[in-house]
């Protein structure tokens, strides 16, 4: 079992920067997959960006050269770097580890950060 917490979200102008933590709790964090979600009011949940348990990082377009994620398993966290931060990334950011093993999948979700980006 994982417990996910998030953190570090808030109101920031455009352009402005805002770091991200996922905070776990519980075993083998390591080995999870680790993605950071959004999700604005009225539209669909999307991923902006994932990382493998070998510290492999992908990222949706949009955030392209604007956002850093990383991981820290020493300290079980994972972190998103948010970087010129425009209007349209105003929305609810959500954790999500994930581990496929032999027997099942194993997903867990945080409950959620706001970030509000001001123009």
């Known amino acids: 079992q994982v417990q996910l917490v998030e953190s570090g979200g808030g109101l920031v102008q455009a352009g402005g920067s805002l770091r991200l933590s996922c905070a776990a709790s519980g075993s083998f964090f390591s080995l999870y997959a680790v993605g950071w979600y959004r999700q604005a009011p009225g539209k669909q949940r999307e991923l902006v960006a994932a990382?493998?348990?070998?510290?492999?990082?992908n990222y949706e377009d949009s955030v392209k050269g604007r956002f850093t994620i990383s991981r820290d398993n020493a300290e079980n966290r994972v972190y998103l770097q948010m970087n010129s931060l425009k209007p349209e990334d105003t929305a609810v950011y959500y954790c999500n580890a994930v581990r496929d093993t032999a027997w099942a999948r194993q997903e867990y979700w945080g409950q959620g950060t706001q970030v509000t980006v001001s123009s």
């Open positions: 990382i493998t348990s070998g510290g492999n990082a």
